[in-house]
């Protein structure tokens, strides 16, 4: 039966809407991590927004999701300043979710947060840089695993320098997944491009060519010259075709030998192209011929499980080409493999935060 629209009683008091209509009835009311994703603000997995480095270190957090929104380095395909929202935004589900593939709950087990953006201003790129590397080290030297939603490649430098500073005197080896081995000494006479941070950080000795592993490598870069400069410093690369013949586990398992080489920890750096464009589409320079999302998510969780890892970064998710989520699906996946590798280490009563060796020091982001 229709209710009737309301109307002015006779003694002139306005009606009760809230009772006429049922509104004032007692309702559940959710807390803020249970609601839709699509509800409020926008975090990693709906967790807390923590931005301040001293209430991370006194909540202990394990792992906290930083983002970069830097695309000024690009060569190609701008956008991927947007891509560390696009990250935040492509998850359906929320609340304490549950890892299928490792029988985990792992915000249960692990105390994770969202600890905002480095503080990035457009066309800019040195201030960009700087404010991404002290963002990243400010976190690391919490104790807390930083995992830094990119952004181009570029950023790589800044985030994987801070975690290497923080470190010390440990050192950390890197397993970098990608279509490209982003070793170029420069691109059109600039120094810090996409193309070229993994020379810049072996260049700065942040780490040993030796214990720089890449994955995935296809297609019709870099040329001769540069691969030259990569064998004369000791890189170690394995192509797709070597993926598709020995298979991705195989593969993986030999990566992790190799960037363990000496290092105590893993920086992982993982850009999205590595995954074939027809299932990664939003990213700045698509690559044919890559891995299966499975193939890459499954090589995370590997990896995860078997290193100490020091970091991670998840970059070129550029929105404006993802028609369909996809890319950052993907990428947003990525970071969640990981977390759920750790709490599996955390249940099984093993260390997950860093203890630092040196205090922190490298300022606050403007």
């Given at each position: 039966?229709?209710?009737?629209?309301?109307?002015?009683?006779?003694?002139?008091?306005?009606?009760?809407?809230?009772?006429?209509?049922?509104?004032?009835?007692?309702?559940?009311?959710?807390?803020?991590?249970?609601?839709?994703?699509?509800?409020?603000?926008?975090?990693?997995?709906?967790?807390?927004?923590?931005?301040?480095?001293?209430?991370?270190?006194?909540?202990?957090?394990?792992?906290?999701?930083?983002?970069?929104?830097?695309?000024?380095?690009?060569?190609?395909?701008?956008?991927?300043?947007?891509?560390?929202?696009?990250?935040?935004?492509?998850?359906?589900?929320?609340?304490?979710?549950?890892?299928?593939?490792?029988?985990?709950?792992?915000?249960?087990?692990?105390?994770?947060?969202?600890?905002?953006?480095?503080?990035?201003?457009?066309?800019?790129?040195?201030?960009?840089?700087?404010?991404?590397?002290?963002?990243?080290?400010?976190?690391?030297?919490?104790?807390?695993?930083?995992?830094?939603?990119?952004?181009?490649?570029?950023?790589?430098?800044?985030?994987?320098?801070?975690?290497?500073?923080?470190?010390?005197?440990?050192?950390?080896?890197?397993?970098?997944?990608?279509?490209?081995?982003?070793?170029?000494?420069?691109?059109?006479?600039?120094?810090?491009?996409?193309?070229?941070?993994?020379?810049?950080?072996?260049?700065?000795?942040?780490?040993?060519?030796?214990?720089?592993?890449?994955?995935?490598?296809?297609?019709?870069?870099?040329?001769?010259?540069?691969?030259?400069?990569?064998?004369?410093?000791?890189?170690?690369?394995?192509?797709?075709?070597?993926?598709?013949?020995?298979?991705?586990?195989?593969?993986?398992?030999?990566?992790?030998?190799?960037?363990?080489?000496?290092?105590?920890?893993i920086y992982l750096s993982v850009d999205i192209?590595?995954?074939?464009?027809?299932?990664?589409?939003?990213?700045?320079?698509?690559?044919?011929?890559?891995?299966?999302?499975?193939?890459?998510?499954?090589?995370?969780?590997?990896?995860?499980?078997?290193?100490?890892?020091?970091?991670?970064?998840?970059?070129?998710?550029?929105?404006?080409?993802?028609?369909?989520?996809?890319?950052?699906?993907?990428?947003?996946?990525?970071?969640?493999?990981?977390?759920?590798?750790?709490?599996?280490?955390?249940?099984?009563?093993?260390?997950?935060?860093?203890?630092?060796?040196?205090?922190?020091?490298?300022?606050?982001?403007?």
């Amino acid at each position: 039966m229709r209710k009737r629209p309301p109307q002015h009683s006779p003694n002139g008091h306005a009606p009760n809407f809230g009772t006429q209509w049922g509104w004032d009835r007692e309702y559940e009311v959710y807390d803020d991590f249970d609601l839709p994703s699509y509800v409020g603000p926008s975090t990693f997995s709906n967790l807390p927004w923590v931005t301040d480095p001293a209430e991370l270190g006194a909540r202990r957090v394990d792992v906290a999701v930083i983002g970069a929104p830097f695309d000024d380095m690009v060569t190609h395909r701008p956008g991927t300043r947007f891509g560390p929202r696009a990250i935040r935004e492509a998850q359906y589900s929320t609340g304490n979710l549950n890892s299928l593939q490792l029988d985990v709950r792992p915000f249960e087990e692990l105390t994770v947060v969202d600890a905002g953006d480095a503080n990035i201003v457009p066309a800019y790129w040195e201030r960009g840089h700087a404010m991404i590397y002290r963002k990243v080290r400010e976190v690391a030297a919490t104790g807390a695993i930083p995992i830094i939603l990119g952004g181009d490649h570029s950023i790589t430098w800044p985030s994987a320098s801070a975690v290497a500073e923080v470190r010390r005197p440990g050192s950390i080896g890197i397993v970098h997944f990608d279509a490209h081995a982003d070793t170029a000494p420069d691109s059109f006479g600039q120094l810090a491009s996409h193309g070229t941070p993994m020379r810049r950080l072996i260049e700065s000795g942040a780490v040993l060519g030796r214990n720089f592993v890449q994955v995935g490598l296809r297609g019709y870069w870099p040329p001769t010259e540069v691969l030259e400069w990569m064998r004369e410093h000791g890189l170690r690369w394995h192509l797709m075709t070597e993926i598709e013949e020995r298979g991705a586990e195989a593969v993986i398992a030999d990566a992790i030998a190799e960037a363990l080489d000496g290092p105590d920890a893993i920086y992982l750096s993982v850009d999205i192209d590595v995954v074939d464009p027809g299932s990664a589409p939003g990213t700045g320079t698509p690559e044919p011929g890559g891995m299966l999302p499975r193939e890459l998510l499954r090589a995370i969780r590997q990896i995860v499980g078997a290193v100490e890892l020091a970091g991670m970064d998840i970059v070129e998710v550029s929105p404006p080409y993802d028609w369909a989520e996809s890319t950052a699906m993907i990428a947003n996946r990525c970071a969640l493999e990981a977390i759920s590798a750790l709490a599996v280490k955390r249940r099984g009563g093993r260390e997950v935060r860093f203890a630092p060796k040196v205090a922190a020091g490298a300022g606050s982001p403007a």
